[in-house]
């Protein structure tokens, strides 16, 4: 048997088509009432919109391209969830904006400025936010690298001048 309306296969004990919920229509086609019986005109329409509720004892076949009824909440995929972070979702930073941006921490000086106003400043777009932060993470260590480097090149230095 195929639905009126959208014209997939539906077992003959189905009294709803599975796919878009349309009432099947049961009739007995003889041999001889086949050939006047003409098919649906067209297999793509919608089904009618009815404004009645359906029965509470109306239970629709399970469909997994149904859309949840208008009445449960929708919620939007954790990607896009405002909450993630206490932040809102930022706006995309262009490719001329981080050229920009890297261009402007090749200049000395400027750069450690800029990435401590970017670190801290609360209108900067998050996604400059975060990265500036990282580039002073990345500044610290190698900062903290260097005073190590040089307080044992100092020490040995110093180690050779008492030999004299």
């Known amino acids: ?74 919620q939007p995929p954790a990607y896009q969830n405002p909450r993630y972070y206490g932040e809102e979702l930022a706006p995309v930073i262009s490719m001329g904006h981080w050229m920009l941006i890297t261009f402007l921490m090749c200049i000395p000086i400027a750069n450690i400025v800029l990435v401590l106003v970017w670190s801290f400043s609360k209108n900067t777009n998050p996604n400059q936010r975060n990265y500036s932060r990282a580039i002073l993470i990345w500044m610290l260590i190698v900062t903290a690298i260097y005073i190590i480097i040089f307080i044992i090149a100092g020490v040995s230095f110093f180690d050779q001048l008492s030999y004299y």
């Open 1 to 74: 048997m195929k639905c009126n309306y959208c014209g997939r296969e539906i077992p003959e004990s189905y009294d709803f088509c599975d796919n878009c919920g349309a009432k099947l229509e049961k009739t007995n086609i003889t041999p001889e009432t086949a050939a006047t019986v003409e098919p649906p005109t067209a297999p793509d329409q919608t089904p009618p919109v009815s404004y009645q509720p359906p029965p509470d004892s109306y239970q629709a076949p399970p469909s997994f391209n149904q859309t949840p009824p208008p009445h449960y909440p929708v």
